[in-house]
């Protein structure tokens, strides 16, 4: 039998202020919820601009702990309410100096299943992120939310293949990957690697990313978000590369199992012979 899931991205341009960004998606939330969706998932850092584009203890005030801190619990609230998963992308304290790039993941009743700390961490130019963050130490987790098993992947991470077969392994359905490119950078990348990741481990991946130039770089992010199928297929039309956009999809997710029995990818996996891939 046929499972669809109705499932949201959000891409937005940097409203220049924290508590309107925050507004923003709150209303993305309602939104979201009032076409039938199910989960949606926020751009990298959502509540901020992307402030990695320069270098700036400012900025460490962003940060907050996860789940103790005041936007969680404002995005439960809104999540119960409205019945609907959230994955909140965003800058996390541990303790003061311990700092990680998360999402966290809300479930539809308003409970934290958990977090996922981004683990590739860059540092070129406009994108001082090893300033900002530590590497992550999460794993890879899978979250059994009220619509599946939902997996998350952060912006960089994206160029790393192993993160993505842990997932798959682990049993993601559906995977997100919240970020934010830009356009001279990686947009040659963009529509090529979340769709392969999709294929080579067989489950959804909703890519998303902001819009628009921000006052503290020349970075221009090019939105353009999407939910892509196993089959590398986009779900609908991708999203505008300049202008803010909540993306609704459904996901049939008896296509899974239809990819899986064609193409027996973990089932002629060779972990035996990869120990050379994990050597410093």
């Keep these: ?27 993305a939330v309602r939104d979201a919820a009032a076409q039938g969706a199910q989960v949606l998932c926020f751009q990298e850092l959502f509540y901020g601009p992307y402030f990695c584009q320069v ?9 907050e702990r ?5 936007i969680v619990e404002r995005f439960q609230a809104l999540a119960a309410e409205h019945g609907i998963v959230l994955v909140l992308p965003m800058y996390e304290e541990e303790q003061p100096g311990v700092l990680y790039n998360t999402a966290a993941v809300i ?10 700390r981004k683990t590739h961490i860059p540092q070129v130019r406009g994108f001082w992120e090893k300033f900002y963050f530590r590497p992550g130490n999460s794993g890879w987790p899978v979250f059994d939310t009220a619509v599946g098993k939902v997996g998350v992947y952060i912006c960089y991470d994206r160029h790393f293949p192993e993160g993505w077969r842990a997932l798959g392994l682990a049993g993601a359905e559906l995977v997100f990957n919240p970020s934010a490119t830009s356009r001279g950078l990686s947009g040659y990348l963009w529509q090529l690697e979340q769709p392969a990741a999709a294929v080579a481990n067989e489950y959804f991946v909703g890519a998303i ?27 609908g039309e991708v999203a505008s590369d300049k202008e803010t956009e909540l ?33 410093p």
Excluded: C
């Design 1 to 27: 039998m046929s499972r669809v899931i109705r499932a949201a991205v959000f891409q937005t341009a940097w409203t220049g202020d924290k508590e309107s960004m925050i507004q923003v998606h709150e209303q």
């Design 55 to 63: 270098q700036d203890p400012a900025f460490y005030e962003y940060a």
């Design 66 to 70: 996860i789940p103790d801190g005041p």
């Design 107 to 116: 479930d539809a009743d308003g409970s934290y299943l958990g977090k996922y």
């Design 209 to 235: 990313n902001r819009v628009g130039v921000e006052e503290y770089g020349d970075n221009d992010f090019y939105g353009t978000s999407y939910f892509v199928d196993p089959e590398a297929q986009f779900v």
């Design 247 to 279: 993306v609704v999809r459904d996901l049939d997710m008896a296509k899974l199992r239809e990819v899986r029995d064609r193409w027996q990818f973990y089932r002629d996996r060779a972990p035996g012979a990869y120990a050379p891939l994990t050597a």
